[in-house]
């Protein structure tokens, strides 16, 4: 018997030396590197130069610590807008910056200090200002790299600081025109205030968490009333803040709400009537309800019948403050959802206690220190008393604290428990309890008449030329409010979630009680109490900073800053720090304003952050903008939710469910991050875990084969095997078709941010449409058919479009492998980022008729996978198959469904099942194929006898 020939040789097998084994962690540092000595950022500012700019605005990190989860994805979202955007052949400039001042990094040093036993006071505060701002640059340098490990493109070696002298010089700038335009104003108010750290807080410093406080019930004893029957009666109020006893003034009423005097025995209460049975149960056995045969009713009025009612504080007998009138007041605030219906007025320590006892003549007592503790003249528990303690402290509060103590011995507390479960304000930094404490400070007025009055016109009629002509605007309140309105939120839902945070918003309280920060550059005259107005002031003092930083700002520098026209004893200079938001709402000036960064322009585009920015960034560079330009700094906003573990908890060291993204880009590499990044819904909260990335990495995987397939298919192809789209057969023609509606869906996505759906649609496209089908089906005429064969040529001409348009949409998402990929092809070309947005050839396509075949396709495979499992054939070439004539669409002959099905031979039938048999024909010697006309098995099919003897010729 003749040796059959073994035309392996003959076979075209794709080529490429792009390796299977991505090796990530070790190749993308080696890309990097490569990218920063060819200046790839620069070059792509000179290729864009002079088209549509489209500026992402940078909301700063904090520079304190490693980056976490939550950091990776927020660069990695900010990276594929701007490079999708520069896909589209924008001017997409990214200038990264960071947030350097601020609590958490004095808090560092201070710790540090604490550790010496030494005392932040004790230190020169320039000295302490230095080694914070050391810290903050150090941490900054191991970002940045961490940051560009990622992937992430931009001006990393020119970034904005918000401690650099120039940007400090700004944020005092953009004050100074808050004061110049009089939206400035000292006032005493409640404000979060953390004793623990000493400062008062803004509401984007304090995280909600829940905690068990002690709820009490105190008795105040009527001494005067309109109505007889009150007088002797004690009228009861409920807290779950016993500490703000010792500083009550008064007490509120609603004045709509039905109250009633209970009467045993001597006894007289007033409740209201709806909270009675609800009261009754909390107090219990306590001997106010026990005196007596029962409780009977002596009077019932509404609130309003209360005016003019006075009450004794319970600790009257301490004399001076505590044996002054407390009178009832009228409150709209007040309900019946819980309590007694009344409720006990400290304007030192609450919203509503302060705005009502303002209004009544009442003034506030500033009777609790810094640090949580009452003054040591204060007549009752001051800070000099053995009992003192913090007022956050659980145990100066608890039933048997000193505050229920001295309750209990006045006669005056009906109950207390610690019990009471419900949400309470902490300081995310710390993570200690903060109270509201009246406290001057500086604020910005958000309802102050015309406040409005210096908009920059050229900026408002670039706006006008957007958006239309505007509504006068007048407060700070509803100029913000009417930018929100045309600002576009992404998603939609972040439009109200902001709206209704500014809406009910309290003045934005601007001072804080620190050091590490840009300094409050006011002088205030010692006997008007005014602050200073005069621009050559202000021009100096803008400038000393911008030489020297927040140093300039010092008692040694106040005759040079107020010049020959002040007396420098006649002005307290401020000591107050500005709230950071202030700095970080300021960047919009000092950045996208600035001729640092020439690339740059106002407003951006967009402002891309966390969802809890609603009531941070987005918000204090909201009002900073309307406020100094009667705009918004951004046109939109888009916003991501938080990353949680696996099963969906909040990620937690305590709990050991935390993904860190350096030991990820260690094991996996950086584009896995970026692929799961873009690959999840970002605008909801999202999980990873060590599951969901194993997930994220096979896919990668599929990926990776795809492009090195194509790879190899393409090795040798230029421009003489092209074959025009009017020629190829109609498979490469629908292929062609469906890159188009991937083509308009991407660019869709990209228009609506939605990367969860541009990275789906495409990886489904490479993975179904292409490995699984296209792929599949056209393997035979790649290996086999000849070189110069229509059909193969046809197959590469639409393998190179593919791989045009594919390389450029998966650059955003994979930004090294595309690289890699992109370099294998064209070792000597420039850099995949480079390019621009595909060109995608019209192609027309009947689409649902291919749509119908491949339903049926996948009939098929099912139907001769149970033959492959229990060995009857080895695949599907080795199959006759038999398929319902009704399931074929119009145009498919036997021998194209036998090629489509990638089968032996394929039968219409009757019927609608489809069935499968082995093939009795004889089996191709090069392409495997089973057909009539191959003799036996090992010979040729006439095909390969043509390919083979042409082959032959040319050896």
Not at 345 to 361: Q, R, S, Y
Not at 409 to 415: F, N, R, V
Not at 477 to 499: D, L, S, W
Request: proline letters at 5%.
């Amino acid at each position: 018997m003749t040796e059959k020939r073994d035309y392996r040789d003959t076979v075209f097998l794709p080529k490429t030396d792009f390796p299977m084994k991505a090796g990530l962690p070790q190749k993308e540092p080696g890309i990097l590197a490569r990218w920063e000595e060819a200046g790839l950022y620069r070059q792509l500012r000179e290729a864009r130069a002079g088209r549509e700019k489209f500026i992402l605005h940078d909301g700063p990190p904090y520079a304190n610590g490693n980056i976490h989860i939550g950091h990776a994805l927020n660069k990695v979202l900010k990276d594929a807008v701007v490079r999708t955007q520069s896909l589209l052949g924008k001017d997409a400039p990214y200038v990264p910056g960071w947030d350097c001042h601020g609590l958490p990094i004095e808090w560092k040093i201070e710790e540090k200090y604490r550790k010496k036993k030494k005392n932040k006071d004790e230190v020169p505060a320039k000295e302490f200002r230095q080694e914070c701002r050391e810290y903050a640059a150090e941490w900054v340098d191991v970002q940045r790299e961490q940051f560009k490990r990622l992937g992430v493109i931009g001006e990393w070696d020119k970034p904005y600081l918000t401690m650099a002298p120039e940007a400090e010089a700004g944020i005092v700038a953009e004050l100074l025109k808050f004061a110049e335009s009089g939206q400035l104003y000292r006032g005493a108010k409640p404000v979060m205030w953390s004793p623990v750290e000493k400062t008062a807080l803004a509401e984007a410093e304090v995280e909600y968490e829940d905690i068990v406080s002690t709820q009490i019930d105190v008795a105040f004893e009527i001494v005067e009333s309109p109505i007889e029957e009150l007088v002797g009666a004690h009228a009861v109020i409920w807290t779950t803040t016993p500490w703000t006893i010792p500083v009550n003034q008064a007490l509120a009423y609603g004045p709509d709400v039905e109250y009633v005097v209970y009467r045993s025995g001597t006894k007289k209460i007033l409740v209201a009537q709806e909270l009675w049975t609800q009261f009754a149960a909390r107090v219990g056995d306590s001997p106010w309800l026990s005196e007596g045969d029962g409780w009977s009713v002596t009077w019932v009025g509404k609130g309003s019948d209360l005016a003019g009612t006075i009450c004794r504080h319970p600790m009257h007998h301490l004399g001076g403050f505590f044996a002054e009138p407390r009178p009832l007041l009228a409150g709209d605030f007040v309900t019946t959802d819980s309590g007694t219906g009344l409720v006990h007025m400290a304007p030192d320590h609450g919203e509503d206690d302060f705005d009502l006892c303002k209004a009544n003549g009442i003034n506030p007592k500033f009777v609790v220190d810094d640090d949580g503790r009452y003054r040591e003249d204060w007549g009752w528990l001051p800070r000099t008393d053995e009992r003192s303690g913090s007022v956050i402290n659980p145990k100066f509060n608890a039933p048997d604290g000193p505050i229920c103590e001295d309750l209990k011995a006045a006669g005056a507390l009906l109950s207390a428990s610690a019990d009471y479960q419900h949400s309470y304000p902490h300081s995310w930094r710390s993570k200690a309890k903060v109270i509201f404490r009246c406290t001057p400070q500086w604020f910005v007025p958000m309802d102050m008449p015309d406040a409005i009055e210096h908009i920059d016109t050229t900026a408002e009629a670039r706006w006008e030329s957007e958006g239309g002509a505007q509504e006068p605007r007048k407060t700070l309140r509803q100029t913000a409010m009417a930018e929100i309105a045309r600002t576009r939120f992404v998603p939609a839902k972040g439009k109200n979630r902001i709206g209704s945070m500014v809406e009910g918003r309290p003045d934005w309280v601007l001072s804080r009680q620190r050091a590490w920060g840009v300094p409050i550059t006011l002088f205030v005259h010692r006997e008007s109490g005014e602050y200073l107005v005069d621009q050559a002031v202000n021009a100096r003092i803008v400038e000393a900073i911008k030489q020297d930083g927040v140093d300039a700002w010092d008692e040694s520098n106040v005759a040079q800053l107020l010049g020959p026209d002040y007396d420098p004893a006649d002005y307290e200079m401020i000591t107050d720090i500005l709230d950071v938001w202030f700095d970080s709402g300021s960047t919009h000036a000092f950045v996208l304003e600035s001729d640092n960064w020439p690339d740059l322009q106002s407003p951006a585009d967009l402002y891309l952050e966390g969802s809890d920015q609603h009531r941070g960034w987005f918000q204090s560079s909201l009002l900073e903008s309307c406020a100094t330009r009667g705009r918004a700094p951004y046109r939109q906003v888009l916003t991501h939710g938080f990353t949680m573990a696996a099963d969906g908890r909040k990620m937690s060291k305590s709990l050991g469910n935390t993904i860190d993204p350096l030991k990820v880009m260690e094991e996996y590499g950086a584009d896995i991050i970026r692929l799961w990044a873009l690959s999840v819904d970002f605008t909801e909260d999202h999980r990873i875990g060590p599951e969901i990335l194993k997930g994220v990495a096979d896919q990668y995987r599929k990926l990776r084969n795809t492009f090195r397939y194509m790879l190899g298919a393409l090795g040798g192809f230029d421009d003489s095997e092209r074959v025009d789209v009017a020629e190829m057969p109609e498979l490469e023609r629908y292929v062609l078709a469906l890159l188009g509606e991937l083509d308009a869906k991407l660019k869709q996505a990209v228009e609506d941010y939605d990367f969860n759906d541009y990275t789906r649609a495409l990886v489904d496209f490479m993975n179904e449409d292409l490995s699984a089908f296209f792929f599949d089906i056209r393997k035979d005429r790649l290996y086999c058919d000849a070189p110069d064969g229509l059909e193969r040529r046809a197959y590469r001409t639409a393998l190179d479009t593919l791989f045009q348009a594919l390389i450029r949409y998966a650059a955003p998402v994979l930004v090294f492998t595309a690289e890699e990929v992109w370099s294998t092809r064209y070792p000597d070309g420039d850099s995949v980022h480079l390019l621009e947005w595909p060109e995608i050839p019209a192609v027309d396509a009947d689409t649902a008729r291919w749509d119908k075949l491949r339903s049926l396709r996948e009939r098929v495979t099912e139907a001769i996978e149970p033959l492959r499992r229990e060995k009857q054939i080895r695949s599907g070439l080795e199959a006759e198959v038999v398929v319902p004539a009704g399931a074929v669409s119009e145009g498919f002959s036997a021998d194209d469904l036998a090629e489509l099905f990638i089968t032996g031979t394929v039968t219409l039938g009757e019927g609608d099942a489809v069935s499968v048999t082995k093939s009795t024909d004889a089996k191709c010697g090069r392409c495997w194929r089973l057909l009539p006309e191959v003799e036996e098995d090992g010979d040729l099919c006439g095909r390969c006898t043509e390919v083979v003897a042409e082959l032959d010729a040319k050896a």
